[in-house]
């Protein structure tokens, strides 16, 4: 899986997406080409080599050729992109990106959606950069992004046509809501924007842990000669060892030690209906010598409370114990495949580039019944034959 990885260490806004993937390798007539089949025109891409405390970049400018009066809205941008020749992955990025910058616009401005009119966002050169970030993405097959927390500056102002508005621009906080933020003491506008909403659009956020091979580095440069600090955008494009699904959840414990156990497996099997991804028992030496039962359930967030109420209700516990996890697992597809047992409804993942694929139980239990074959051997054939090829 090909991975970009975007490091916002001085912020982040389109011209220095662009620059980055060049000087990354990305190539820039290639670039141009596929601007091309965007109905817009009256700009030219120019770039540069320049360097940042030693560091070589590539600075790309879009430059207008004669100044313009539109104002455009978000209906006006997507009839751009949706007539252009564009194919729907990259048109469907560009959208997703605006449509962010809209939102965020209308809050601030308390108007609805489509009466927005983009300022400097809906200029040709925002436009060149926001559609040039998908085309890079589609060019160089990125199929996941993660960034840094993005750095916005503080404790300045910068120029719009709406008047001196502080730093980090309005739009741009709220674009990042909910995305990783760093707030820094540095009196300049580091994020934009529009490189606020590239991010936090195509990005699935932090890389924790996440291992990848990297293939190539490219640097991109911002126009602010920032004192102490190259500004410059990095990224690193690679391949990833495996693809882990990763989510939040909550881990609730309680130890029981005077409880019928006879209602333990009716409290597993209504947590789990309530929409707990799992649940089970420990057997443990409780205080003074006592045996009992440790109760471990993995809930949603958004479901904790209504299991925690069951929980309460359900068992003689007086107290619990809540615990914020992190949860790593292979991805996995369910899907019926044909096997010389009939139809059968599997589980398919992936690690290290062999394909494993796991019969549900279930199922063979089903199998065992119907067909009159120990359980066992069900099993055995199945997982045999399910996996006599995948090996890559």
């Known amino acids: 899986m090909k991975i970009l990885y975007i490091d916002t260490f001085s ?20 670039l141009k080409k596929e601007l091309l089949k965007v109905p817009i025109d009256n700009y030219e891409i120019v770039t540069r080599e320049i360097k940042r405390n030693s560091i070589s970049a590539t600075k790309v400018d879009v430059n207008i050729l004669k100044h313009e009066h539109v104002h455009r809205n978000i209906l006006d941008i997507n009839k751009i992109i949706d007539s252009s020749s564009l194919n729907d992955t990259i048109k469907t990025n560009a959208k997703n990106i605006f449509h962010k910058i809209a939102v965020a616009e ?31 993405l589609d060019i160089m097959k990125i199929e996941k992004v993660y960034s840094t927390p993005i750095r916005v500056g503080s404790g300045a102002f910068v120029k719009t046509q709406h008047g001196q508005i502080p730093i ?42 996440h291992e990848f091979s990297i293939e190539t580095i490219g640097y991109g440069a911002g126009g602010l000669e920032i004192p102490n600090l190259p500004n410059l955008l990095r990224i690193f494009i690679g391949n990833s060892f495996t693809e882990f699904v990763k989510d939040d959840v909550v881990m609730i414990e309680t130890n029981i030690d005077d409880m019928n156990p006879q209602i333990y497996p009716y409290i597993l099997e209504r947590v789990l209906e309530l929409g707990a991804k799992d649940a089970y028992i420990t057997p443990v030496i409780m205080k003074k010598g ?87 051997d069900v099993q055995r054939i199945l997982f045999s034959e399910l996996n006599e090829n995948t090996a890559r």
């Open 106 to 136: 209308a809050k601030v401005h308390n108007t609805p959606i489509e009466k927005v009119h983009f300022h400097e966002v809906g200029a040709i050169d925002s436009i060149v950069d926001i559609i040039g970030a998908a085309i890079c």
């Open 11 to 30: 912020g982040i806004s389109g011209d220095m997406i662009l620059g980055a993937f060049i000087n990354a390798g990305l190539d820039l007539e290639t």
């Open 168 to 209: 980090p621009a309005p739009a741009t906080a709220e674009i990042l809501t909910n995305y990783p933020t760093a707030i820094v003491d540095l009196p300049y506008e580091l994020t934009t924007p529009t490189g606020a909403a590239i991010v936090s659009t195509l990005s699935g956020g932090l890389m924790s842990g």
């Open 290 to 376: 006592r045996p009992g039962s440790l109760l471990s359930v993995i809930s949603p967030k958004e479901l904790s409370s209504a299991i925690l109420e069951f929980i309460y209700a359900n068992t003689t516990t007086l107290g619990v114990r809540l615990q914020a996890v992190r949860r790593e697992k292979l991805k996995r597809v369910e899907e019926d495949i044909l096997t010389s047992l009939g139809k059968v409804k599997c589980k398919t993942s992936e690690f290290n580039g062999r394909k494993r694929i796991f019969p549900e139980f279930e199922e063979c239990k089903r199998i065992s019944i119907d067909k009159s074959i120990p359980l066992i």
